[in-house]
């Protein structure tokens, strides 16, 4: 199914995320985020079509993953703007709430029905090479939609307030909560030094020679071998601090010298 975007699912959808409403505070509320789920495999390319422009409005096109551990919600390490959601974290954490009895708060137009797809699954534990691990089963004839949908909710409520999902790079991991932590790239003032080691010694034997080092004392100096070379051993240890300071005055001469060139 190729993505059109004069659809009338889709133009209702884009419709309704533009969508503003009245606060009794004052102002007027929006949608900080939404995940659309990419999971059916019919609807895949479509919902990446739907979803990849609309990024910068924080629309993500998501896919449930099962599994303990999971961050809530990351990106793909993929090429295709797709964001992984933890199923067994989200369901996890809703069945918490619901425990509590006060942490989340419905409409009172909702039915019976929606209660019964909430509850339509329950979580247990099963013993996996010798471990006992925590998993989701669907109770037999139950419809599960209204528990997917509140899991990608919490899904996006954690990539509004706590995450930059549009940066690729990587973060630390909540032991308490299992959501993965983005930080923003800062950008900086500062040249980035992109010379390795090799590079550094490199530059740091010309210039000791062209500050009138002599070879014997530069090979004291930059010897590195040792536990391969008995040559390199003798020469090096002890060592002779008297020599390395030499050195070290040749390279400073040297620097002088060379930058003066330059």
């Known amino acids: 199914m190729r993505f059109d975007a004069s659809g009338e699912v889709w133009a209702e959808l884009d419709s309704l995320l533009r969508q503003r409403w009245p606060s009794k505070l004052g102002g007027s509320l929006k949608l900080d985020a939404t995940c659309v789920d990419a999971g059916d495999g019919d609807h895949f390319d479509s919902v990446l079509a739907f979803c990849t422009p609309r990024m910068s409005r924080r629309v993500f096109a998501t896919k449930g993953a099962a599994g303990p551990g999971r961050p809530i919600i990351m990106r793909s390490r993929g090429k295709k703007p797709l964001f992984i959601v933890g199923a067994d974290t989200a369901k996890g954490q809703i069945l918490s709430r619901l425990s509590r009895g006060r942490t989340i708060r419905f409409s009172q137009i909702l039915d019976e029905n929606y209660y019964l797809q909430?509850?339509?699954?329950?979580?247990?534990?099963?013993?996996?090479?010798?471990?006992?691990?925590?998993?989701?089963?669907?109770?037999?004839?139950?419809?599960?939609?209204?528990?997917?949908?509140?899991?990608?909710?919490?899904?996006?409520?954690?990539?509004?307030?706590?995450?930059?999902?549009?940066?690729?790079?990587?973060?630390?991991?909540?032991?308490?909560?299992?959501?993965?932590r983005f930080q923003p790239r800062k950008q900086s003032s500062r040249v980035h030094e992109k010379r390795r080691l090799a590079d550094f010694r490199r530059s740091g034997a010309n210039e000791a020679i062209a500050g009138d080092a002599t070879p014997a004392a530069l090979s004291h100096a930059m010897g590195s071998t040792l536990a391969t070379s008995n040559a390199l051993f003798a020469t090096y240890c002890p060592v002779n601090l008297t020599t390395i300071r030499s050195v070290m005055d040749a390279r400073r001469r040297g620097r002088t010298k060379l930058r003066g060139n330059g």
Do not use: H, K, W, Y
Request: hydrophobic share 45%.
């Open 118 to 180: 909430l509850c339509s699954e329950r979580r247990i534990v099963r013993m996996s090479r010798g471990r006992p691990v925590v998993r989701f089963e669907r109770l037999p004839g139950f419809r599960a939609e209204a528990l997917d949908c509140l899991a990608l909710a919490l899904a996006g409520r954690a990539s509004s307030s706590r995450f930059n999902l549009l940066d690729d790079g990587l973060g630390a991991q909540s032991a308490n909560t299992g959501l993965m």
